[in-house]
């Protein structure tokens, strides 16, 4: 789509996910013109979709094809979620590289089409609570956020009413209980852990809490239970920006969508003030201006900081944002332990079970809350653990011996059941954790790359260690057979796809790059407002509070147009 | 008390959805009551802009239906589905003869199955043969960052694994030595045995040692072979496999306490 010579919007978004499409919703809601950039094209359901395609419908049986995604998405093909039904939303690598040093290696996962990630997104939604946002008050590690819970909670509530989230409601200090739908059952063997933890550790073992719909909800249907969400959804039953929050922008009549627009820089004019951006025709190639009164940046946190470094000028030398030096540094990453479980006997069955459950059960962070029942002096911060149990499909065929009519049968009545469960950890966020441009290395449209440099800290080992320890306790007491232990080793930095922080969110212009509503402390009418904004990221899924702070960043945006301050 | 738009339009949709699904459902053959809610035309979605859409019964019951019926992919998708083979089937990495080995491999250790679920699986290993090749190249010229990322992900074994498999090998070395076993113990090719002895030959490879190259090339064709039948229709059917569906309901488990 071209867009009109010289027409200047009154927002300007630039990206099309989870953050994104909240800004833009809000902003057009309040009579404001948005105009958003986005660098992937669009995906079109009947087309793009692959939900409730069977194995046998693909040449690759749903195994993919190796040597393509060897050759073209290298990186990508590591998600769980990029196979041969779902590759399409995830990106070319070798258009889009990205560098790290040989001994850090960084999984970085990305989805460039409108909607972003949000069509393959594990769809888990928990709130913060001043737990993480003052977490430095607390431990006296790093800095707190600007804002507090108090101020959250009415944006979490609106984002959980308008998007659908199930979940129980627990009462819980250290993960507060949200506008619920419904939640979903348990499994048997998530049951069988629910009272052996309780039991022993005295953890609530709850279900997930997902922004999957379990009944009709704003004219989007209850969940199917499918369990194919990675695959794109046809009734919209769990949140997803092209089916939730865009359509609402697009009802106002002044949201204007161009895909496949990649952003370069922006361009920054006299008085610390943006005009627009430059962008790239993602299919042509062709170099563009767009223009607008504000900007928001929402492109996922490292591409955001990443066209921030890229924004330089002669009064931007080292990009927008960057007057301190502080844009790019204290990337965060969930780390996990993973790897552990073992089958559970008496679930053994010749009675094949439903699936499509499209979630599994949750222990909240016990270890270092206000509880002193579970301190632990080793490290600051805590872990919370996921899992579930279900039947093999056919996995255990491989390990039956003989063959013929008689293995078949085994195979088909000697159902085993398998239990797993990993623990996630909360990442320090650490200077000499940082991304930069990458002196040499371009992507496909002339763009520098990013260079990422991550490691795990001291605080993370330890943390790591204590993790296991639990894990190994909690599968003894499951009393399983064939147990498996978690592997020794923390999951590769970027591994969880809840990279977070590079654009640090702080009242001190000098230890922070956007001030409590998300704007830029250097540029007047520049906004972050996706994961690259966040101080800490406690051990949960960051999506949920992402867009409850573009939420509060769009109506502050919006606030500011009402007051003529832009 | 006022009403909330939402809630009014969720009733008013529950009525469409119903008959809509209903309607479709008896024609698409798909089994299952589908009862929910929310049914918005096919005209809201085209006055969205590309990418954006509104939830569609039409389109997931044609999904639901689709593994059921003929299927002609999309235009322009980069999802790549099955062709309907060649007839007759021309393998791609095996001889005739070889193809006919296979087959017959495949139906002893798979026993009684639908002649479309054989071809199925004798025609997937056929495939996994034929891209293993490109599959080791492309894994042998990784760029060097991504090679060391694998390895941190996978460990350092499985990447040189992939660096190294080559079924072709273990076909090249395997088959021949079948043939060599079978003329040894009964004087005729594999193919040329009896169906008892068939199979004897086949249980005696089972019992040599993994590095054996009779051995490796059994448990190659065993591993696709279940890979192959427990992915097609008939070896899913087989299985009960509940998945994958239209489920009114959560699943979950029906015996314990769920709070």
Known sequence: MLLPQRRTFDVLVIGSGASGGWVAKEVAERGLSVLMLEAGPPRIPTRDFTEHIWPYQLKFRGFGDQKRLLENQPVQRLCYACDDYSHQFFVNDLENPYTFPADKPFMWIRGRQVGGKTFCWARESYRYTDNEFKAASRDGYGEDWPISYKEMEPYYDRVESYIGVSGSREGLEQMPDGQFLPPMKLSCGALEAKKVIERKFGWKVIPDRVANLTVAHRGRPACHYCDQCQRGCFTASYFNSPSVTLPAAARTGKFTLVSDAVVSHLLMGPNGRAEGVHYIDRTTREGREAYARSVVVAAGALESTRILLNSKSPSYPQGVGNSNGVLGHYLMDHFTIEGAGGSMPGLRSSQREAVGRPCGFLVPKYVNTSSKRDRNSNFVRGYRFDGDGSQELYGHAFLLPEFGDRWRERVRQEIPYYFGIEAQGECLPRAENYVKLDPDKKDAWGIPALHINASYGENDKAMAKAMTAHINAILDEMKLADPTPPKPELSVFGKNIHECGTARMGDKPEKSVVDRNCKVHDARNVFVTDGAVFVTQGCYEPTLTIMAISMRAGEHIAEEFRRGEV | ?259
């Open chain 2, 1 to 259: 008390m006022a009403l909330d738009p939402f809630d009014l339009r969720d009733e008013v949709t529950r009525r469409q959805w119903l008959l809509r699904l209903g309607e479709i459902v008896m024609l698409a053959g798909v089994s299952g009551l589908i009862p929910e809610s929310a049914l918005l035309s096919a005209q809201e979605n085209a006055a969205l802009p590309p990418g954006l859409y509104v939830p569609s019964a039409g389109d997931l019951v044609h999904a639901l239906s689709s593994g059921h019926h003929a299927f002609t992919p999309p235009a322009g998708s980069e999802t790549d589905y099955a062709q309907p083979p060649a007839s007759p089937f021309q393998p791609q990495f095996f001889s005739p003869e070889e193809f006919r080995l296979v087959t017959r491999v495949v139906e002893i250790m798979l026993g009684n199955i639908d002649p479309d679920a054989l071809a199925q699986t004798t025609q997937w290993i056929d495939l996994w043969f034929h891209s293993a090749d490109g599959a080791r190249t492309a894994a042998q010229h990784l760029d060097p960052l991504h090679r060391a990322l694998a390895i941190a992900y996978f460990g350092e074994a499985t990447v040189r694994d992939l660096e190294t498999a080559d079924p072709a090998a273990i076909s090249r070395e395997g088959i021949p030595a079948w043939n060599k076993l079978s003329l040894e113990k009964y004087g005729h090719s594999f193919l040329d045995l009896s169906a008892p002895q068939q199979e004897e030959i086949v249980r005696s490879i089972a019992t040599q040692p993994s590095a054996n190259s009779s051995r490796k090339f059994l448990e190659a064709i065993r591993g696709e072979a279940i890979r192959g039948y427990y992915t097609s229709a008939q070896g899913l059917k087989e299985l009960e496999y509940k998945g994958n569906a239209y489920h009114p309901s959560c699943p979950g488990c029906d015996s314990g306490q769920q709070s």
